[in-house]
């Protein structure tokens, strides 16, 4: 491991691209100073809702070194997701977009076991971990760090030439690399994602309130019953959202994704308003086999449905 962290960070970004991501930044890792003062005022208002495991791991949710042993740089990649058709039925209940095909924890997951296999037999002993959205690491401020997009007023990462439609993942290493600077917000005077959240959940710009958004309602919150005063404003989403998106002028870059594994079940995207209403167990298991609609399990897809009727 005697040669330039640039010769390193260049073999890196290569084998990214080859396993399917469409950026791969990085960024050197140390302590999320601006993050942390805004994740203690989130976290104080309430705005996690009833997401308590956002209260845990606090100092390691700012600092990768206490996550991987002598961690020196943080690479963020970015997997497209944009689906290339649409639900038929326009008033059948929605899914985001996200949630077409595979679980995108299982497909980037492998894609990352690859991409650090290859660090290891390419570069040499390497250590470090992979992360798919489920340990405590800041995935946005990192991707905003390394490059990827600026963060949006709807708090997603949006990238110039490819909107937002794409999942973020990690890996933390303990080997140096050459560092890529963030790049310039281009939000400009829009609000059109506030202007266009139904539960108003986009509270000002650059900060949402997780208890009022519609992901968090259908997806995270465990309720036998959603709350009332959501009744009507759902605009029709029975698992996640995404109006604050759809509604972004930089997502009419949005390219498909040429990801097999992200395609849907070839029965998802027919089902009609009466076949939602009416799906049965074994249809959600077989539709959802691998997807991450099973997160909210038969039972929370159907409450969500009930709640929309």
Same mark, same amino acid.
């Given at each position: 491991?005697?040669?330039?962290?640039?010769?390193?960070?260049?073999?890196?970004?290569?084998?990214?691209?080859?396993?399917?991501?469409?950026?791969?930044?990085?960024?050197?890792?140390?302590?999320?100073?601006?993050?942390?003062?805004?994740?203690?005022?989130?976290?104080?208002?309430?705005?996690?809702?009833?997401?308590?495991?956002?209260?845990?791991?606090?100092?390691?949710?700012?600092?990768?070194?206490?996550?991987?042993?002598?961690?020196?740089?943080?690479?963020?990649?970015?997997?497209?997701?944009?689906?290339?058709?649409?639900?038929?039925?326009?008033?059948?209940?929605?899914?985001?977009?996200?949630?077409?095909?595979?679980?995108?924890?299982?497909?980037?997951?492998?894609?990352?076991?690859?991409?650090?296999?290859?660090?290891?037999?390419?570069?040499?002993?390497?250590?470090?971990?992979?992360?798919?959205?489920?340990?405590?690491?800041?995935?946005?401020?990192?991707?905003?760090?390394?490059?990827m997009g600026w963060m949006g007023k709807n708090t997603n990462i949006i990238h110039p030439k490819n909107g937002s439609f794409f999942f973020?993942?990690?890996?933390?290493?303990? +080997?140096?690399?050459?560092?890529? !600077?963030?790049?310039?917000?281009?939000?400009?005077? @829009?609000?059109? #994602?506030? %202007?266009? *959240? /139904?539960?108003?959940?986009?509270?000002?710009?650059?900060?949402?309130?997780?208890?009022?958004?519609?992901?968090?309602?259908?997806?995270?919150?465990?309720?036998?019953? +959603?709350?009332?005063?959501?009744? !009507?404003?759902?605009?029709?989403?029975?698992?996640? @959202?995404?109006? #604050?998106? %759809?509604? *972004? /002028?930089?997502?009419?870059?949005?390219?498909?994704?040429?990801?097999?594994?992200?395609?849907?079940?070839?029965?998802?995207?027919?089902?009609?308003?009466?076949?939602?209403?009416?799906?049965?167990?074994?249809?959600?298991?077989?539709?959802?086999?691998?997807?991450?609609?099973?997160?909210?399990?038969?039972?929370?897809?159907?409450?969500?449905?009930?709640?929309?009727?």
């Amino acid at each position: 491991m005697d040669k330039p962290s640039a010769y390193y960070s260049q073999l890196i970004k290569q084998k990214s691209n080859d396993l399917g991501f469409f950026y791969c930044g990085i960024s050197k890792a140390g302590f999320l100073e601006q993050e942390a003062s805004q994740l203690e005022q989130w976290l104080n208002e309430q705005k996690n809702g009833k997401m308590s495991y956002m209260e845990n791991h606090f100092d390691k949710r700012l600092d990768p070194r206490l996550l991987v042993d002598n961690a020196k740089s943080v690479v963020s990649l970015a997997l497209n997701y944009f689906p290339e058709n649409l639900q038929n039925d326009p008033s059948a209940p929605k899914l985001s977009k996200y949630a077409y095909g595979e679980d995108y924890h299982f497909v980037i997951k492998d894609k990352l076991k690859e991409l650090f296999s290859f660090i290891q037999h390419t570069i040499g002993e390497v250590g470090g971990r992979i992360f798919v959205d489920s340990a405590p690491v800041m995935d946005k401020a990192w991707a905003k760090k390394a490059g990827m997009g600026w963060m949006g007023k709807n708090t997603n990462i949006i990238h110039p030439k490819n909107g937002s439609f794409f999942f973020i993942a990690e890996l933390i290493l303990d +080997l140096e690399l050459q560092e890529d !600077g963030p790049i310039k917000d281009y939000c400009g005077t @829009c609000t059109r #994602c506030i %202007d266009a *959240c /139904p539960t108003d959940a986009l509270i000002e710009p650059y900060k949402i309130d997780a208890s009022k958004c519609i992901s968090y309602l259908t997806i995270e919150l465990k309720d036998a019953i +959603l709350p009332n005063e959501f009744k !009507g404003k759902m605009d029709n989403w029975a698992f996640g @959202c995404d109006v #604050c998106q %759809d509604v *972004c /002028p930089w997502n009419r870059f949005s390219k498909p994704h040429n990801e097999p594994r992200f395609n849907p079940h070839a029965d998802l995207l027919v089902m009609t308003s009466n076949d939602w209403k009416e799906l049965t167990q074994e249809v959600f298991s077989e539709l959802f086999k691998l997807s991450a609609v099973k997160r909210t399990k038969f039972e929370g897809l159907k409450r969500n449905i009930d709640f929309l009727i």
